[in-house]
C-alpha cells in the first residue's frame, strides 16, 4: 500500500468474516473495527483520555467542517490534526462527500465540484475532488477519502448513474492529486445506490484507478436494512482481499455483525454518541430508553452484563434522573456506556473470527431482515 501504510489480512472466517491488522505512522488498528464520530475534532460527550482508555484506535474527523472552521491552515500551523486535537492514534477524514447528500439545501452540484453556502454565516465555498483532496493532506488525516456524490433514497436510476460516474471520475481527479504512498492513504468510495449493476461498474472503474483502501457510501440512507446488505455483498466480492473495506455511516450492533459477515474491516456511525446524548443506551440484546418512567426506581445497571465504569458505579434509576435534570452528566455517562459496547462487540468479532466462531456470534444476532 505504501512505506507508511500497510494491511495485513489475518485469518478470514468461512462466513465471509475478515480479521485484519491496518498500521499507520500513528499507530496500528486491530480489524474489524469502529470509529466514534468526532466530526468537528471532538467526539461529543467524551474525553481524549476517555476514549484511549476505553481502547478507541481511530476516530473520525470531518474535513468539511473542520475546513470551515476553523481551516486547515490554521490546523497544519499547529502541526496537523492529530496535534491540534491532541490525539496520538490514527484518524479518517471524511473528504465531505457527505454534506453533499446532507445539505442539499445548501449546495449546488457541478462538473467541477460543489459550491456548498455554510451554514455558519452563508458565505460560498468551492470543493472540488481536487480541493477537498488538498484539505485533506493539510489537515494530516492517516486514511483520507475521495470526494464524492452520494444520492439519497429513493432516487432513479438514472441519478443514481449519473452521480456514481460524476463520482468515479471524481476519484480519478482525487488520485491525480495524491499520488500512490506516503504518510496518507487515499480511499476511493463505491457509490451506486441499491443497483447492482451500478455498484459493480463503479467498483471496478475504482479498482482500474488503484486506491490504498476502498470505502462502501451511499447506503444508510433509507434503504430497506437487507438492500443496503446486498449492496455491501456486492461490493466486497469485487474488492481485492489486500485491501481494507469501510463501510461508510453504519450503523447499528445488528449492523455491524452482518456487514462484518459481508468481508468489511472499518465503521463509522454517530449512533453511539448520538443517542447516547438523548437518552438511549445500547445493552446485550437490544436498546433501552432511559428516560422512560418504568427506569425510575430501578437501581440495577445499565447492562448487567457489561463491565464498563459506568455499570460498575451508576444505576438506571440515577441515570434517569439526570436526564430528568437535565444535567450534562447524563450525556456523558451514557456515551461512555455505548462507545464501550461498541469496542467490546468488536472485539468480540475479532476474537471470534480468530478462532473460527464468528458463525455462531451471527447466528446469535438473528437474520437479516
Avoid at 165 to 176: G, L
Amino acid at each position: 500500500m505504501g512505506k507508511d501504510i500497510a494491511f495485513e489480512l489475518i485469518s478470514e472466517d468461512a462466513t465471509g468474516a475478515r480479521r485484519g491488522r491496518l498500521t499507520t505512522p500513528h499507530g496500528t488498528v486491530e480489524t474489524p473495527a469502529f470509529l466514534p464520530v468526532g466530526t468537528q475534532g471532538t467526539v461529543k460527550a467524551i474525553t481524549r483520555g476517555e476514549l484511549l482508555r476505553l481502547g478507541v484506535e481511530m476516530i473520525l474527523c470531518n474535513a468539511y467542517h473542520l475546513y470551515l472552521r476553523p481551516g486547515p491552515e490554521l490546523v497544519a500551523r499547529a502541526g496537523g490534526l492529530h496535534r491540534f486535537i491532541n490525539w496520538p492514534r490514527p484518524i479518517l477524514t471524511d473528504s465531505g462527500g457527505y454534506q453533499v447528500f446532507s445539505l442539499e439545501s445548501l449546495r449546488r452540484i457541478g462538473e467541477e465540484g460543489v459550491t456548498f453556502r455554510s451554514h455558519l454565516d452563508g458565505s460560498e465555498h468551492m470543493l472540488s475532488p481536487e480541493k477537498a483532496t488538498e484539505v485533506q493532506q493539510q489537515l494530516g488525516a492517516d486514511l483520507i477519502m475521495c470526494f464524492d456524490q452520494p444520492v439519497p433514497y429513493p432516487a432513479d436510476h438514472a441519478a443514481v448513474s449519473e452521480a456514481t460516474d460524476r463520482s468515479d471520475r471524481w476519484a480519478e481527479r482525487c488520485r491525480s492529486t495524491h499520488p500512490t504512498g506516503g504518510a496518507q492513504a487515499l480511499f476511493g468510495i463505491v457509490q451506486g445506490g441499491v443497483s447492482a449493476d451500478l455498484r459493480r461498474r463503479s467498483t471496478e472503474r475504482l479498482l482500474e484507478i488503484g486506491f490504498e483502501g476502498y470505502a462502501i457510501g451511499g447506503l444508510s440512507v433509507g434503504e430497506p436494512r437487507a438492500k443496503m446488505l446486498e449492496m455491501v455483498r456486492v461490493c466486497t466480492e469485487l474488492l481485492p482481499r489486500d485491501r481494507p473495506r469501510y463501510l461508510m455511516g453504519v450503523g447499528t450492533p445488528d449492523d455491524l455483525v452482518h456487514s462484518v459477515a459481508c468481508g468489511v474491516d472499518l465503521f463509522d456511525c454517530v449512533l453511539p454518541t448520538r443517542l447516547g446524548r438523548n437518552g438511549a443506551v445500547f445493552v446485550t440484546g437490544g436498546r433501552l430508553n432511559m428516560k422512560n418512567a418504568q427506569y425510575e426506581g430501578d437501581f440495577s445497571p445499565l447492562d448487567p452484563k457489561c463491565d464498563c465504569a459506568v455499570c460498575r458505579h451508576h444505576t438506571r434509576a440515577y441515570l434517569r434522573h439526570l436526564y430528568k435534570a437535565g444535567e450534562i452528566l447524563a450525556a456523558r455517562l451514557a456515551t461512555y456506556h455505548n462507545l464501550h459496547h461498541y469496542q467490546r462487540l468488536m472485539a468480540t468479532m475479532r476474537s471470534s473470527i480468530e478462532r473460527g466462531r464468528f458463525s455462531t456470534l451471527l447466528a446469535s444476532m438473528g437474520e437479516s431482515h
